[in-house]
């Protein structure tokens, strides 16, 4: 019989599997931290990755200063380090933008998301060992895109072909994810989680919610994101 998945044995398959993508356009530099920050992010998944039953949290994809440092999702470096208490090397990648530099623990910026998101959960569940007993978060894409102003680009504004292809990897990992976590239900943080996470999961009959993305670039975020996430997961029967 073969032996069951681990979150360590996905996050390697959906890593080489990305691995093998290419992408043009507008595109010029492309991250992976499940490889660089493999350390850390295998850490991550060590720790808090055991348990079954709970609600999964989804993000979009790495943003430049949280998990493309730390390989964490929403993986703003001071809850990285000193909430979630992980550590762990973490190598440049083979094609490094000169604007946004890996630099792992020791990247002295700041990711608001994260910084908002991990804040919320160290405020209302004290411990991460209380939060990860309800809660795992993971992001649906785990490769950060780059223009070559050093601008972001998120997944659903790459190429029709590249992205298709690459969103069906995502929906393969997302769907073995699930299965191994045995997620009662998966909330998107944001749409486009929300909508990735409802194409993928079709027909598997388990609830897809959404609530409000922590990001900065949200006006209705920045008006006390906390207190929002908080009522909407309420209604949704999460807390």
């Known amino acids: 019989m073969a032996k069951p998945a681990t979150l360590i044995d996905l996050s390697r398959k959906l890593a080489q ?13 492309v991250y992976n931290p499940l490889r660089y920050a ?5 850490a991550y998944l060590k720790r808090y990755g055991a348990g079954t039953g709970r609600t ?13 440092q730390t390989g964490v999702p929403f993986g703003e470096i001071a809850a ?19 604007k946004r530099p890996i630099q792992g623990l020791a990247c002295t910026r700041s990711e608001v ?9 160290k405020d209302r569940w004290g411990s991460a060992d209380h939060f990860f007993r309800e809660i795992f978060v993971a992001n649906y894409c785990p ?5 070559e102003s050093g601008r972001n680009r998120t ?27 045995q997620a009662k239900r998966v909330v998107g943080i944001g749409r486009f ?32 994101w906390a207190d929002q996430a908080t009522r909407q997961l309420e209604e949704i029967g999460v807390l």
């Open 56 to 68: 999964l949290m989804l993000g979009m994809n790495p943003g430049p200063w949280g998990m493309a």
């Open 80 to 98: 990285v380090r000193d909430w979630l208490d992980l550590q762990g090397e973490v190598v440049r990648p083979h094609k490094e933008h000169p």
């Open 155 to 181: 997944p659903d504004r790459l190429l029709l072909a590249e992205r298709k292809l690459l969103f069906q990897y995502c929906d393969e990992s997302l769907r073995d994810l699930v299965l191994v976590l």
């Open 113 to 121: 998301s994260g910084r908002r998101l991990w804040g919320w959960a």
């Open 193 to 224: 989680a929300r909508l990735r996470a409802e194409a993928a999961l079709t027909d598997t009959g388990i609830p897809v919610h959404e609530v409000l993305h922590p990001s900065p670039a949200s006006p209705a975020a920045n008006r006390g």
């Open 17 to 29: 599997a990305v691995d093998d993508l290419s992408f043009s356009g507008d595109v010029t530099h």
């Open 143 to 147: 490769l950060v895109f780059m223009e």
């Open 38 to 42: 493999s350390s850390i992010h295998e």
